[in-house]
DNA sequence: CACGTTTTTCAGTAAATACTGAAAATTAAG
DNA sequence: CTTAATTTTCAGTATTTACTGAAAAACGTG
C-alpha cells in the first residue's frame, strides 16, 4: 500500500472514529453513526460482513444498526447481480441527508411534543385559577411555537437544495 | 382542595411526566426534563428540597440537574430576602427557550461536528487517488453544509422574536 | 425438497448512564 | 470561634441501553 493510500486510511478511519463518538452526543447510538460515517465515505457498496469487520463488532449489532439506518433512508440496500447477499449504500446528498434527518427528528421529537403540549393546554381550559390560567397559557404558547417550527421544518425540507440555499443567502445578507 | 385545583394539579403532573419522557428522546436525562417542566409551570420559584419532594427524587440528583439546567441558562437561581436557601426558576419565555437550546445544540453539537469535517478535509487534501479526492470531496460538501448551517443559527437566534417570526411567515406565505 | 447461504432474532452479558444517600465542605449568623 | 443550615461531592448501586454469539428462520438453487 502506497503513502496516499495509507494517508486515506488513517483520514477515513478518524472520520469513522469521530463521527461514532458525535452520534452519542446526538440521540444516535455509537455504531449506528460509525456505520453510516463507513458507508458516507465508501468507493462502493458493502455487505454485513464487510461491515463487522471494519468495525470489529458483532453480526447482530451489524444487522440491527444497518436495518435502522435504512428504516431512516440513510441507507439503501442494493442488489449485485450474481450475488446473493445484501449490499448497503449511503445517501451521500448532503441536502438529501439534512432532508431525511430532519423529517425523522420532527417525527421522534416534535411531533410527540406537540401531542402532549396541545393535550395539556385542552385539560386546563377554562380553569379559573390564576395558577391555572397561567398554566394554560404558557401549555398554549409552547404549542403555538412548536406547531410554528414543525411547519418551518416541513416547508424548509420540501424545498429544493438551490432554492433553499437562496432564500437562506437573502437571511444571512 | 377544590375541583379546579386537583385538575390543574393532574394537568401538570402529567405535564412533567411526559415531558421527561420526551427529555429521553433528545439527548437530555429524563430528570433534567422533568425539573425543567416543573419550574416552567412554577407560579414560584422552588428550592432543592421542594424539587426533591415534588419528584420524589435525592438530594444529588436534585442537586446536580439544578446546576447543569442553570449552567444552560435554562434556570436562574434568586436569592429571597431573608432566606438562606437558593431559589430557582425557570426562563418561561419560549423564543428566549428556544434561542437558548439552539445555542447550546449548536456548542455540543456542531462545533464538534465541524471541526472533524474540517480537520479530515484537510489532511485528505490532495490526495491524488480517485478514492481520496472522492472523500475529501464529501468532507468539503459536509463542511461547507454544517457551518452553513452553524451561520443560520446564529442568526435567527440573534433576532428579535418579532422579527424573526416576520420573516418565517413571510416564508410560510 | 434438500442443502448451503444469508438474514433475523433474542437470551444472556457487558458497558454506559443515572441515582442514592451519607459524609465533607461551605456559608452565614450569633 | 462555634454552631446550624445549606450546598456539594462522590463511592457504591441501580437502571437503562447496547452488544455478542449462537440458534432459528428465510432464502434461493439445483
Known amino acids: 500500500m502506497n503513502a496516499e493510500t ?17 452520534g452519542s452526543q446526538w440521540g444516535i447510538n455509537r455504531t449506528m453513526a460509525q456505520i453510516h460515517a463507513l458507508l458516507m465515505t465508501a468507493p462502493e457498496p458493502l455487505t454485513t460482513d464487510e461491515v463487522m469487520e471494519e468495525l470489529e463488532i458483532s453480526r447482530g449489532n451489524a444487522h440491527s444498526n ?25 445517501e451521500k446528498d448532503v ?11 420532527k417525527r421522534r421529537e416534535i411531533e410527540p411534543a ?6 395539556c393546554a385542552e385539560v386546563s381550559e377554562g380553569i379559573e385559577t390564576p395558577e ?8 398554549r404558547a409552547l404549542e403555538d411555537f412548536v406547531g410554528f417550527a414543525s411547519k418551518m421544518s416541513d416547508r424548509i425540507s420540501s424545498m429544493k437544495h438551490g432554492f433553499a440555499l437562496q432564500l437562506a443567502t437573502k437571511l444571512l445578507g
Chains 1, 2 share one sequence.
Do not use: N, P
Not at 495509507?6 to 458525535?22: H, I, M, N, S, T
Not at 441536502?95 to 427528528?105: K, P
Not at 390560567?133 to 401549555?139: L, Y
Open 66 to 90: 444497518l436495518k435502522e439506518l435504512v428504516a431512516w433512508g440513510l441507507l439503501r440496500s442494493v442488489v449485485k447481480k450474481g450475488e446473493r447477499r445484501d449490499f448497503f449504500e449511503a
Open 114 to 119: 406537540l401531542a402532549i403540549l396541545h393535550k
Open 95 to 105: 441536502w438529501q441527508i439534512f432532508t431525511i434527518v430532519a423529517r425523522e427528528r
Open 6 to 22: 495509507e494517508k486515506l486510511k488513517l483520514a477515513r478511519d478518524e472520520f469513522v472514529a469521530q463521527w461514532g463518538a458525535l
Open 132 to 139: 391555572g390560567k397561567a398554566f394554560h397559557d404558557q401549555m
